[in-house]
């Protein structure tokens, strides 16, 4: 199979954990803000969308906080890929907890919505409620952000602010040599 031209090289093992981590955790952020907002819209058509969006923060959350436990990249995209019931069953095996939910049941519920796009004529049964699903991802960003903050990654931390500038994804710094 030839290789697409537009590929770039990118391999998730190049970059250290913690840059990983990081980065993992400032775009949950992002997709996690992009969903509050689609889902406070009025147009219905962007429902399954704010879904996915959300899906995929609460997929880069857990990256993060598997990558701050140092597990291996190359394990998190080859072998447990996008699912997040997957995702979930290696985090707790790392010891993660989240009071109050239901992990497992939620998980399995949104984790079609991971696929969506990838493969639009998926048929999903709409039975998640959006404002319980971002408490939800409130909740995993809590329950993550000591070990995050243990890490070194204290992105979510009041106050700090990570920069996603200092690294490019091979690893070098930016403006230097």
């Known amino acids: 199979m030839q290789q697409c031209p ?10 250290p954990h913690d840059v990983a981590a990081s980065r993992h955790q400032a775009s949950a952020k992002h997709y996690a803000r992009a969903a509050d907002m689609l889902f406070s819209s009025p147009d219905a058509g962007v429902r399954q969308p704010a879904f996915f969006a959300l899906a995929h923060a609460v ?13 291996c990249p190359k394990r998190l995209a080859k072998d ?14 790392e010891r993660l907890t989240v009071p109050g939910y239901d992990m497992p049941v939620l998980m399995h519920h949104l984790s079609p919505y991971s696929r969506i796009f990838r493969y639009p004529d998926m048929e999903i ?6 404002r319980e699903l971002m408490g939800l991802f409130a909740a995993l960003e809590k329950a993550t ?33």
């Open 145 to 177: 952000r000591s070990v995050l903050i243990r890490a070194g990654l204290d992105g979510l931390a009041p106050g700090r602010k990570f920069d996603m500038t200092v690294f490019t994804h091979k690893g070098a710094k930016e403006g230097g040599s």
């Open 6 to 15: 537009h590929y770039d090289g990118y391999r998730p093992e190049v970059l």
């Open 80 to 93: 447990i890929g996008h699912c997040l019931e997957c995702l979930w069953a290696e985090a707790a095996r």
């Open 59 to 71: 997929e880069l959350l857990l990256k993060a906080f598997l990558l701050a436990r140092e597990v």
């Open 125 to 130: 049964q709409d039975t998640l409620n959006a």
